[in-house]
C-alpha cells in the first residue's frame, strides 16, 4: 500500500474561555438546535454546560450547577426525528435538553433530570436491540455498562424526577438475582410493552443508520407515519409539559476491566456492540442480525448471554494495561463502485501510539504512530475531504495530532500546546456552512476551534500526475499532450519541462 | 564603527526596528478584522492556493533565512536557518508527491551560534559547484562578547552531482568585525571572466565583499568599492540590497537602509563600473525590504542557460518598478525608475494593515506573463497584488498604473521570508513561505494549472509542430 505521511497547518481558529477542567467525554461537536449547523457542547466539572454556536466567543446557552459532567451526548433518543442533548454526571444524574433555535433565554433548563447508575463515564446512543429506535449506552467507571430507553410518558407529570428512581430500583431488585460477571441481563420481556409501541410505532425500518454520541448524523428518517402525527400532535416547545420521560434500564452488563469506549459496528448484516478493554482488546457484548427486523426481542435474549472477548492480531508486544478507544467510520462510496457501498471500519488506537483499522473482520492496516508521539488518549473522526469518507483523528496530551485515513495515508498538526481534551467534527463558524473542525482544549481552559480544518485531499500531489489522470479520463487531453510531446519521450522530466513552459514561458 | 546594542540586533533578526509595540497592536486588530476576510472571497475565486506541507524548524527563522538552491538536474531544494543554528533542507525527490525534510549538518556552528543568514548559489561554469553562505553570532557567555562569522561551505570537487553532506563538511570560518545582516550574492568579471561573489551587508554601514581565490580555492574580503563603487560611502546600515545584472552591460543596485534611506544606481560595467545614474529617496521608516522588478515576467530568469532566448534586449533597461517596503508605512511601487528616478509612486493598497511587511517575492502568479507582487507580514498575512491596467511602456502613460489585493491569506504565525519556485519537480511553482515556526509549501490549484497548461498545449498544437518541437 502507497501511503503518506505529510503534515500541514490550520490557521482559522476561534478561541473560547471556559472556567474549569472538563473530560475528554463532554466535549462534542453536533447539531444541538435541530437547525442544521453544527455546534460545540462543552460540559465542565463544575457542573456549567455550555453550548458554543457560531463566531461568538460567549456561549450561546449555559447550565449552572448540574453536577460534576461526565459526558454529553446529542441525538434524536425520543425518536421525533428531533435531537436532544444529554449530559450525565458522575453522580448518576442524566439531564435531557430539548433545545430549539427560536428559543431566546441564554440559561438552559433541563426538560427531565433523572438518575441513573453513578459513575458514568462513557456514553453511547444507538440503536443496540435492532427495533429501530436509539438507546442510551452508558458505560461506567465500575465496569458496568447498561442500555437504557427513554420513555415518554402521556399523563401529566408534575414531578418527573421520583418516578424514574423507583422504576429503577424496583427494576433491578428483580434482576438480582440474575445479576453476575459476563452475564447478560436480557430482561426485554420485562418491559411494559405498550411503551415501545408507543415510541415506535407498529413497524422497525428495514435499514438502521448507525449512530453514536461523537457524532450524530442528523438526517434521521421518518420512522413511520405514525410517529409523524405524533410529532405534530405534540408540537415544539409543549412537550415538556404534557409528557414526562424517564430512562429505563433495559439491559446491562458486567465487563472484566475498564472500558475505555463503546461502539456499535456492522459486520455482514450483523451489529456488534462492542466495548474496548485495556491492552488493545474489545469484547462484543451482544450483536443482532440487521436483516431480521422483527422480533428484536428475542434476537436479544437468544443471543449468547456471555461477551465475546476478542483479541487483536498485534504484532508487538503491548502493555497490558494500556488503556485502548475504538471508534467506527462511516465510508459512503456511493455511486461509482457499487462494489463497495456503505462500509464501516472499525478503529482501534490505544494509547501508546498503536492503531490498527478492522473492515468487518478483516484487519486493513495497522500503524505505529512514530516515536515520542504517545498518550494517544482521543480518538475521534471527521471527514476532513468532504469525500463521504470519514477520517480518524487522534490526538495525544501534547496537542500532536494525526488524520488517516482508510488508506493510511497521514496528516499530521501540531496544536502547539498542551491538551487537555479533544475532539473532531463539524462546525459551523458561519450560518449554514457546515466545515471540518478540531477542537482542543487547553491546560489553561481555554477551547480552540480549528474551524476550517479543511483539505482537499489527503496525499498531495502535483500536475504531472493531475494531468495524467486527466489524460486517462479524457481523451482530448490525452491527445493535446501526446501531440505536444511528438509522440515520444513522455520522461516525467520533459513533460514537467513541458508544463513550466506552457505556465511561465512565452509559447 | 562598533556593532550596536545586542537589543537593536535582535530587532533586525527578527524583525525591523521599533515595530514590535506596534506590530502587536495591529496584531490584535487583524485578529478581530475577520470580517476583511469574507469580503475577498470572490477575489479568491481567481487564485488559489493550498497548503500541501508543513515543515515546522527548531527555533524562529528571519528575514534572512530562506535560500533556495537552483538545480536543474536534481531539483530544486530549499534552504531555512533556525535562530539555533539548524537548517533545514526540503526537497522533493523525483518522482515522489512527499518531500523529503531534514537537518543538513553544516560543521563549524556551534550550540551556542545564532545564525543570522544564509545564502547560496552556484559557481559560475565550468566548476558548476554549489557555495553554501551561512553568517552567525556566536555568543560567549554575555552579548557583549558576541563573535561574529561567515561561514561558507563549498564542495572542492566539482563532480556534476552534489551531495549536501560533503558540502556541509567544507567550511571556510571567516572572522568579522561587524554584526552581519543580509547575505546575498552577485556577479563580477574579473578578468573577463564571470565571478559569482558574496555580499555581506554588515552593522558598519558597509557592505563586504567575499570573493573567491580560485588558485587557493578559499574566499577573501576584497574591496567592495573596485567592484561596487556604487556600494560605498553609505548613510546607514543597508537591511536590503538588490544587485540586477542587466543584458547590455549594465546593472542596477538598490539598497535600502535603516534609516530610510533607498539608493538606485545603474552602473556601466563596459570598462571597470561607473555610475551613471543615481537615484535616492528618504523614507520614514527602516526598509525591509527592496525589489526591482519588471513587469514581464522574462522568459531569461525563468529559464537556465542552454534555453536563452534572445528577445528581450528592446526592452531590458526600461521598465523597472521598484517596491520598496518600509517597516513602519505602506509599500509602494516606483515604476519606471531607471528612467524616471522616483517620481511616479503607486500605494499597494492595505498593505499596512498587518503589521509590517517583512518580506517580498516577484512572480508571475496566474501565468499571465505579467509578474504579480507577494507580501508577507508580521500580521501573519500573505498578500497578493496583481497590478490592474498594464502601463504603456512606451508613453508617460505609466502613472495609471494601479495595485489591487488578489489573494491573501491568513497564516498562524509571522512571516519571514517567501520564495516562488518548483519544489514538486512538476513545472508548477510553488510558494514556499517561511514563518516563525516552520516552512509552508503552498501550491496552485491544480486544475487550474491543468486547464491552463491544456488550453497552451491547444494552442501551441495549432499553430504548428516546428514549435512545440523547440520546446521538448
Not at chain 1, 438526517?219 to 405514525?226: N, Y
Not at chain 2, 557592505?207 to 563603487?229: A, G, K, W
Request: with cysteine; aromatic share 8%.
Amino acid at each position: 500500500m502507497n501511503t503518506t505521511t505529510r503534515s500541514v497547518s490550520f490557521v482559522e481558529n476561534l478561541q473560547l474561555e471556559i472556567s474549569d477542567n472538563l473530560f475528554n467525554e463532554a466535549l462534542l461537536l453536533a447539531d444541538v438546535d435541530n437547525d442544521g449547523d453544527s455546534e460545540l457542547v462543552v460540559g465542565q466539572i463544575n457542573g456549567e454546560l455550555s453550548i458554543f454556536k457560531g463566531s461568538s466567543t460567549k456561549p450561546w446557552r449555559t447550565c449552572l450547577h448540574l453536577g460534576m459532567i461526565t459526558c454529553v451526548g446529542v441525538g434524536d433518543l425520543w425518536n421525533q426525528r428531533e435531537n436532544v442533548l444529554f449530559c450525565i454526571t458522575a453522580e448518576g444524574w442524566c439531564h435531557i435538553f430539548y433545545i430549539t433555535s427560536e428559543s431566546t433565554e441564554e440559561i438552559l433548563e433541563p426538560i427531565s433530570s433523572q438518575l441513573i447508575p453513578s459513575n458514568c463515564k462513557i456514553l453511547l446512543l444507538a440503536d443496540v436491540d435492532g427495533d429501530g429506535v436509539l438507546e442510551l449506552v452508558t458505560g461506567h467507571a465500575d465496569r458496568a455498562v447498561y442500555v437504557h430507553k427513554l420513555e415518554t410518558d402521556y399523563h401529566e407529570q408534575s414531578d418527573v424526577q421520583d418516578q424514574p428512581c423507583i422504576e429503577k430500583d424496583e427494576h433491578e431488585k428483580k434482576n438480582k438475582t440474575s445479576v453476575s460477571s459476563l452475564t447478560s441481563q436480557g430482561n426485554k420481556q420485562d418491559l411494559p410493552k405498550e411503551s415501545v409501541d408507543q415510541e415506535q410505532g407498529t413497524e422497525a425500518p428495514q435499514k438502521l443508520d448507525r449512530k453514536d454520541s461523537k457524532q450524530q448524523e442528523t438526517d434521521a428518517k421518518p420512522k413511520s407515519l405514525h410517529d409523524l402525527k405524533e410529532q405534530r400532535g405534540s408540537g415544539g416547545l409543549a412537550k415538556h409539559q404534557t409528557f414526562s420521560h424517564r430512562l429505563v434500564t433495559i439491559n446491562h452488563w458486567t465487563a472484566p476491566s475498564q472500558i475505555g469506549s463503546l461502539v456499535v459496528f456492522d459486520v455482514a448484516q450483523t451489529r456488534h456492540l462492542l466495548a474496548s478493554y485495556p491492552g488493545g482488546t474489545y469484547a462484543i457484548l451482544t450483536s443482532w442480525n440487521l436483516s431480521q427486523s422483527e422480533m428484536p426481542t428475542e434476537q436479544i435474549s437468544s443471543s449468547p448471554s456471555n461477551s465475546i472477548f476478542k483479541q487483536l492480531p498485534l504484532l508487538w508486544g503491548r502493555n497490558k494495561d494500556i488503556p485502548t478507544n475504538l471508534i467506527t467510520l462511516k465510508s459512503d462510496s456511493s455511486g461509482a463502485n457499487s462494489v463497495e457501498q456503505n462500509h464501516t471500519y472499525l478503529a482501534l488506537c490505544t494509547q501508546d501510539g498503536h492503531l490498527i483499522l478492522m473492515n468487518g473482520n478483516k484487519l486493513q492496516w495497522s500503524l505505529r504512530v512514530d516515536h515520542g508521539c504517545y498518550n494517544l488518549f482521543s480518538l475521534s473522526k471527521l471527514d476532513i475531504t468532504d469525500d463521504g469518507h470519514e477520517e480518524i483523528a487522534v490526538c495525544s496530551w501534547d496537542g500532536i495530532t494525526h488524520i488517516i485515513d482508510r488508506l493510511k495515508n497521514v496528516v499530521k498538526f501540531k496544536f502547539g500546546e498542551n491538551v487537555m481534551a479533544f475532539c473532531a467534527g463539524k462546525y459551523a463558524f458561519s450560518p449554514g456552512t457546515n466545515l471540518p473542525a478540531l477542537v482542543y482544549v487547553t491546560s489553561s481552559n481555554r477551547v480552540v476551534i480549528y474551524w476550517n480544518a479543511r483539505l482537499s485531499l489527503m496525499v498531495s500531489t502535483n500536475l504531472g500526475v493531475k494531468m495524467k489522470s486527466k489524460a486517462t479520463h479524457d481523451k482530448e487531453t490525452r491527445y493535446t499532450i501526446d501531440t505536444a510531446t511528438a509522440e515520444g519521450g513522455k520522461n516525467s522530466n520533459e513533460l514537467s519541462q513541458l508544463y513550466q513552459q506552457c505556465l511561465y514561458g512565452n509559447i | 564603527m562598533l556593532c550596536p546594542p545586542s537589543r537593536d540586533l535582535s530587532f533586525f533578526v527578527g524583525l525591523a526596528p521599533g515595530t514590535w509595540e506596534l506590530g502587536n497592536d495591529n496584531f490584535v486588530g487583524t485578529g478581530e478584522g475577520l470580517g476583511l476576510n469574507q469580503t475577498n472571497m470572490a477575489d479568491k475565486e481567481d487564485l488559489n492556493f493550498e497548503e500541501i506541507h508543513f515543515s515546522p524548524i527548531p527555533s524562529q527563522t528571519n528575514i534572512y533565512g530562506l535560500t533556495k538552491i537552483d538545480r536543474n538536474e536534481e531539483g530544486n531544494k530549499i534552504f531555512l536557518a533556525s535562530l539555533s543554528g539548524r537548517v533545514v533542507c526540503l526537497e522533493y525527490p523525483r518522482n515522489s508527491l512527499v518531500p523529503t525534510s531534514r537537518e543538513v549538518p553544516f560543521t563549524y556552528i556551534p550550540e551556542s551560534a545564532e545564525i543570522v543568514s544564509i545564502d547560496a548559489f552556484n559557481r559560475p561554469e565550468p566548476s558548476k559547484g554549489l557555495v553554501v553562505g551561512i553568517s552567525l553570532i556566536l555568543l560567549k557567555n554575555s552579548r557583549s562578547h558576541q563573535k561574529q562569522f561567515l561561514n561558507i561551505y563549498s564542495a572542492l570537487e566539482s563532480k556534476a552531482e552534489f551531495s549536501l553532506d560533503s558540502i556541509a563538511e567544507g567550511c571556510q570560518h571567516l572572522e568579522l568585525d561587524f554584526v552581519p545582516f543580509q547575505l546575498t550574492h552577485a556577479e563580477i568579471f574579473i578578468k573577463g571572466r564571470k565571478e559569482v561573489v558574496f555580499l555581506l551587508c554588515g552593522s558598519d554601514e558597509s557592505v563586504h565583499m567575499f570573493c573567491e581565490d580560485r588558485t587557493h580555492q578559499r574566499f577573501e574580503e576584497q574591496p567592495v568599492q573596485n567592484y561596487f563603487p556604487e556600494l560605498q560611502n553609505l548613510p546607514s546600515n543597508v537591511l536590503w540590497l538588490e544587485v540586477e545584472a542587466q543584458q547590455n552591460a549594465k546593472r542596477v543596485t538598490v539598497i535600502g537602509c535603516q534609516n530610510g534611506h533607498v539608493k538606485v544606481t545603474l552602473t556601466d560595467l563596459t570598462a571597470g563600473p561607473s555610475i551613471v545614474e543615481e537615484y535616492t529617496l528618504d523614507r520614514d521608516g527602516p526598509i525591509s525590504s527592496v525589489k526591482l522588478y519588471s513587469q514581464r515576467s522574462s522568459q531569461i530568469k525563468v529559464n537556465s542557460d542552454d534555453q536563452m532566448i534572445e528577445t528581450t534586449t528592446e526592452e531590458s533597461s526600461t521598465d523597472y518598478h521598484l517596491l520598496v517596503c518600509c517597516a513602519i508605512e505602506a509599500s509602494v511601487v516606483y515604476t519606471n525608475v531607471i528612467t524616471q528616478g522616483f517620481t511616479n509612486m503607486v500605494t499597494l493598497p492595505d498593505s499596512d494593515d498587518f503589521d509590517c511587511v517583512t518580506c517580498t517575492c516577484i512572480a508571475d502568479v496566474d501565468w499571465d506573463g505579467n509578474n504579480e507582487i507577494i507580501l508577507g507580514t508580521y500580521g501573519q498575512e500573505l498578500l497578493v497584488y496583481k497590478c490592474i491596467s498594464v502601463p504603456d511602456n512606451t508613453l508617460q502613460s505609466s502613472s495609471n498604473v494601479d495595485f489591487q489585493l488578489m489573494w491573501r491569506r491568513s497564516f498562524a504565525n509571522p512571516l519571514f521570508a517567501i520564495e516562488y519556485l518548483d519544489l514538486t519537480n512538476d513545472g508548477l511553482k510553488e510558494i514556499a513561505v517561511a514563518s516563525l515556526s516552520g516552512l509552508h509549501v503552498l501550491q496552485h490549484n491544480l486544475d487550474k494549472a491543468a486547464a491552463h497548461c491544456l488550453s497552451k498545449l491547444q494552442q501551441t498544437s495549432l499553430r504548428g509542430p516546428q514549435e512545440t518541437e523547440s520546446v521538448t
